[in-house]
Every structure is written in C-alpha cells, then in structure tokens.
C-alpha cells in the first residue's frame, strides 16, 4: 500500500460522500454498517486517503464456515475431517469512484488476508460472494477459487494468500 492511505476500523468517519458507483454498497456504508458493527456481526475497515481524509474504499469482515465437502478434494484432504471449516468471509468490498483504477481493492484484499493471517482465531480460508461475472474475474486474478457447487463463491486459503503476498513484496 502506498505511503498516501491508511486501514483504519469504521468508528465516526463522514460516510455521507462514498460512492463506488454501487448503490447498495453506498448505502450499507452510509446507513447500515455501523449499525452492524455495533451488533458485532461484522467488522469494516476503511481504506482512508492521508491528505484529504476521504474514505477510498472499504470492506467488511465477518465469521463463517464452509462444508469441507464444499471444497475442491484437493484441499479437503489436506484438512482435519470435521463436516466444517472455519473461514473469514469478505461480505462487501468497494472502492469510491474517484479512486478506482489504482488497485485499491487489492490492497484492501490483503490486508482482509492479514487481518485473517493473525488473528488469534483459526482460519482456513477467506471466502466471497461475488455479485457478478465482473467480481469474479477480480478475485479470480487474485488467486480466489470457485467452489463447483456454487460459482460465484471463492475463496482463498490463508497459506496460498500469504504465499502470494510475499512474492509481491
């Protein structure tokens, strides 16, 4: 990421100007996101650009789990037997109109992956719901897999992410 933004958690940031160019991902930034952390059934972070303190994306983090039957075989048999794994799923990931094409949303991909990477709970993998073929190609590129029962649903586990990572470093 460059030196020009900063990953902070959605506390009492203006909210009010965001636009990806996606009305309901403007929407659950500006009116129900922090009605939802405050529940604690997700938590944001807010990619904020230094100088001007404008929010430039954001994305959403939440606990979930996945049928291990789910999985590509060959990554359930690399895995303890129980009928779920524990994942970390990406609910919204957006960023704002007048900072799109800067690859923004890959850093705020990887810094979803690290969040995952040390948190004190166990993770297998990070898990997405894509809303079109558009959003899959983007996490497709990022190294995210399909699952065959379910094509706009990716993921991507924890290991092969940090691997990817620290090539691009």
Known sequence: ???HYRIE???AHDRSSFDCGVPALNVYLQKQAGQ?????VTACYLLIE??????????TLSAASVLLSDLPEASANKLPRYPTVPVVRIGRLAVDRRY?????????????????????????AIVVDAKDDAAVAFYERHGFIAFESAPRMLYLSISDGLKKLSRKQ
């Open 100 to 124: 799109q094409g800067q690859s923004l949303g890959s850093v705020l991909i990887y810094d979803a992956l690290q969040r995952a990477a040390t948190g004190d709970i166990g993770v297998y």
């Open 1 to 3: 990421m460059t030196l």
């Open 50 to 59: 230094q100088t001007t303190s404008e929010i430039a994306g954001y994305y």
């Open 36 to 40: 939802e952390v405050r529940r604690r």
């Open 9 to 11: 958690r959605l506390d």
